[in-house]
């Protein structure tokens, strides 16, 4: 990491100017406490050049209307939600994958928000107490930072809370989480059979990542009334086997869409090839009956956009079912 009295300068210069009006006028903010993932963050201003480590922080930040904010962003897995394209084709790209320090730092931001604490580490981003040392408070999605007890929906919707009183878009955060909250209540108002789901998201060199009990898709799971059968492991995306899927026998199987990450396996058409090919997995009643359910794996992340899988899944439950 380098460029530090750089950083320095435009950070006191950040700070001090306050939270401007649309006259130009200065409106200085009063000073802002939350805690993000084990650390208090302290804001004296608003800040102006927040820069979003990945699509989930992106697209969250974007749907507070935080684009004249955000002085970059990096490592999408997709393109950016249609409703937001506008506004992110603004925003400086720094890198098309993994931000490492040397963007981060030229970009001169005075907050870093991402969706995953692993991507502060000292060959990526940065880590967080390097950061902090220079001023540079960091946030991270609660939703990757269980606490044993709150649900990921209701740690998403800290975030938007969070976000909202740093950025001083609290009605904003506060309109997004209970039109969110209204959602999953009209999933979960769908009485349903019980079922057994394995949600696949990726495949890295042959072995399938498969939701665990601490990501969204196992609350998706239970909000839309069925069992997510990897809720024994407390990850949300650890590593299985195809044997261990098919000894455990979902009855639906739910495949991420990354297809435009473009890595091999990818894309939901290879991962069902590589499922039909499996001498065991191929001879699962879910596979044979086709009760298969894609939904695009970005929205599998903590982020606006997982009220979306929510939908999804709640529709394609209902489509397999017979009700759809």
């Known amino acids: ?45 608003t800040p102006r050049r927040a820069v979003a480590l990945d699509q989930s922080s992106t697209e969250t930040l974007l749907a507070l209307g935080m684009q004249d904010r955000m002085a970059g962003t990096a490592n999408l897995k997709t393109k950016v939600s249609p409703q937001y394209a506008d506004a992110y084709a603004k925003i400086p790209v720094l890198s098309p994958k993994i931000l490492t320090s040397e963007p981060l730092r030229a970009a001169n931001p005075d907050v870093v928000v991402s969706g995953f604490k692993d991507l502060f580490t000292a060959d990526r981003a940065g880590t967080r107490d390097e950061l902090e040392a220079l001023g540079v408070p960091t946030f991270v999605s609660a939703v990757n930072c269980p606490d044993g007890t709150t649900p990921p929906f209701e740690r998403l919707f800290r975030d938007y809370e969070n976000l909202g009183k740093i950025f001083g878009a609290t009605e ?19 009485k349903r059979d019980p079922v057994k789901v394995v949600w696949v998201y990726s495949v890295f060199k042959g072995a399938p990542y498969v939701a665990g009990r601490d990501g969204m898709p196992s609350q998706i799971t239970k909000i839309a009334g069925a069992t997510n059968i990897f809720d024994d492991l407390a990850t949300e995306w650890p590593e299985a086997s195809w044997e261990e899927i098919a000894r455990r026998d979902p009855d639906v199987i739910v495949i991420g869409d990354l297809t435009e990450r473009g890595n091999l396996g990818d894309k939901a058409s290879e991962k069902l090839a590589m499922m039909r090919e499996h001498p065991a997995i191929s001879q699962l ?14 929205a599998m992340d903590p982020s606006v956009r997982t009220v979306d899988a929510l939908r999804a899944f709640g529709a394609g439950l209902d489509e397999i079912a017979g009700r759809g």
């Open 1 to 45: 990491m380098s460029h530090p009295a750089r950083l320095g300068l435009a950070l006191v210069a950040v700070l001090t100017a306050g939270c401007a009006t649309p006259g130009g006028a200065e409106t200085p903010q009063a000073q802002v406490q939350v805690e993000s993932c084990g650390r208090q963050l302290s804001f004296t201003g």
């Open 172 to 190: 904003r955060a506060k309109q997004l989480a209970t039109e969110q909250r209204e959602a999953l209540a009209e999933v979960q108002a769908v």
């Open 285 to 298: 009643k879910a596979l044979r009956d086709n009760k298969v359910i894609e939904i695009n794996g970005t």
